[in-house]
């Protein structure tokens, strides 16, 4: 149906300014959807919003005002439920400004021959049926209420004997009075670095023992022999968890061992596995290298090219593999390694250009080939 | 009632009537009002009437349908015989380049109409 309100425009601004919808907004839609139908099926085929809101209205005050002669008069006859007899007599009740046949008539015994209902009758045979257009869920819809619990639920008992547990508990001491919230506990500098440090050596060694555990099991697969790099790594860990900084240059022998089982084991399906986990130690070779180009071994069996990878080190410190989750541990002994100062760190960076500069130069050299 | 003469008519009245009211609620119960069941029931349940009959809801829905219908029905006729004055009026003033809004109706006062009926109860 088109719609031909142009008076409007003021109301909608006025819904537009406060957009809470009251209880009684979805009920009065509901209505106005009805009574469009109504007039639809009566013949009518624009309806303007004013004149559609007040149908609906009357329609509603029709209703409310039924319910209402209903039950005074089945309250008057001392009943709190309303029957037939109370509606016919509430539709005559409202019937009568405009009167309805049979008035006049003494009620006989029968009701279904009064007036209104005859004209309800007649309406029902008459008119088309048409139902409403949409599915109208029950409604009010009752929301579940949250009880507070009682003293018996909680399994509290109450404070005063007055009090009988099943009633609702009483708040929490929180709710009302000004609580601690947190402990708080005296800190002490020195206490807190000896704690630090116990757990980044903590750290470490389990670090350690999780790559000797890897070349174990690299080892007993390929059958390499490796024993002389684990009773290495078996004694530095068991010796002391200042390994890293203590010893850069055992560190550094643990991961070569490491790096020479990649090409033996790269044949095997079961240790692609050790083989990703050992490229994720790449990064951290690279690290290595550096501190071992000044004291070399001849231990460099490094076959391929390495990608440079710059790690965010503090000068002084050594780290095994980062893409472990071992960030926190990362931070942990970047802290340690400040208390040992800052004392390599260009010299680092130094190192790390020129072994960069030389790589890309070997490449050349291969790339060629 | 009138007391001792009718004694036999008001029984086989009441059976008569019986029948007919159940008849005609049977009937009620077979049309479909347009007015939905729940939105009746909800304001009925506003002004106290309690029933758990169905039958009863669907009379007051066809007995709102009702009036609703003669209402427009009434309307109706009246819009279509009033003459088309203000139509032709409209149509002239869009002509010259008049744009007027036409007053819909007018009210007493500034806030007639403004409050919904709901809350007068």
């Given amino acids: 149906m088109s719609d031909g309100g142009e008076a409007e425009g003021r109301r909608d601004e006025h819904n537009d300014s406060n957009m809470r919808f009251g209880a009684d907004e979805y009920s009065r839609a509901i209505a106005r959807v009805a009574m469009a139908q109504i007039c639809e099926g009566i013949g009518f085929e624009g309806f303007n919003e004013s004149a559609l809101d007040s149908l609906a209205d009357i329609a509603i005050r029709y209703v409310c005002e039924l319910g209402k002669t209903s039950r005074l008069y089945a309250n008057l006859a001392g009943r709190m439920s309303c029957n037939i007899f109370d509606i016919v007599q509430g539709l005559e009740d409202m019937g009568t400004p405009q009167g309805f046949t049979g008035a006049s008539e003494v009620h006989s015994d029968c009701v279904v021959s009064s007036g209104a209902i005859r004209e309800i009758k007649e309406y029902l045979e008459t008119a088309d049926e048409v139902p409403f257009g949409q599915p109208v869920p029950h409604f009010p819809v009752i929301s579940e209420q949250r009880m507070i619990p009682s003293f018996l639920q909680m399994g509290e008992t109450p404070a005063f004997k007055c009090v009988p547990p099943w009633l609702p508990a009483f708040p929490d001491p929180h709710t009302y009075l000004q609580t601690p919230v947190w402990n708080e506990r005296q800190s002490d500098a020195r206490t807190d670095k000896i704690e630090l440090a116990r757990q980044h050596r903590k750290a470490e060694r389990s670090l350690l023992s999780l790559q000797q555990r890897l070349i174990c099991n690299g080892s007993s697969v390929a059958t390499t022999s490796d024993e002389p790099y684990n009773e290495e790594n078996g004694l530095e860990v068991n010796n002391n968890g200042n390994l890293i900084f203590e010893n850069p240059l055992d560190a550094g022998k643990i991961v070569m061992s490491k790096i020479s089982i990649p090409p033996k084991l790269s044949s095997q399906a079961h240790a692609e596995k050790k083989v990703s986990l050992l490229e994720t130690f790449a990064p951290a070779i690279e690290a290595m290298k550096d501190g071992l180009e000044s004291g070399s071994d001849g231990e460099n069996t490094i076959p391929e090219k390495k990608a440079p990878v710059f790690l965010e080190l503090k000068g002084g410190k050594k780290l095994f593999g980062e893409p472990l989750d071992l960030r926190i541990r990362n931070k942990a002994v970047g802290r340690a390694a400040l208390w040992f100062g800052h004392n390599g760190e260009n010299d680092d960076k130094k190192r790390r250009v020129e072994f960069i500069l030389r790589q890309s130069l070997e490449n050349q050299q291969e790339l060629p080939q | ?121």
């Avoid at chain 2, 086989?12 to 347009?34: C, I, K, V």
């Avoid at chain 2, 008049?98 to 403004?114: C, I, M, R, W």
């Fill in chain 2, 1 to 121: 009632m009138n007391g001792q003469t009718s004694h036999q008519q008001p029984k086989d009245g009441r059976h008569d009537d019986d029948a007919a009211l159940t008849e005609f609620l049977a009937s009620l119960m077979d049309y479909t009002p347009t007015i939905p069941d729940e939105l009746v029931e909800h304001y009925l349940a506003k002004s106290g009437f309690q029933c758990p009959d169905a039958r009863l809801t669907r009379l007051v829905a066809v007995a709102t349908q009702k009036f609703i219908a003669d209402v427009a029905t009434d309307a109706l006729q009246q819009c279509k015989a009033r003459p088309a004055v203000i139509k032709d009026k409209r149509d002239k003033q869009q002509k010259y380049g008049v744009n007027v809004k036409h007053q819909e109706y007018f009210a007493d006062t500034p806030s007639a109409g403004l409050d919904p009926a709901s809350r007068d109860e």
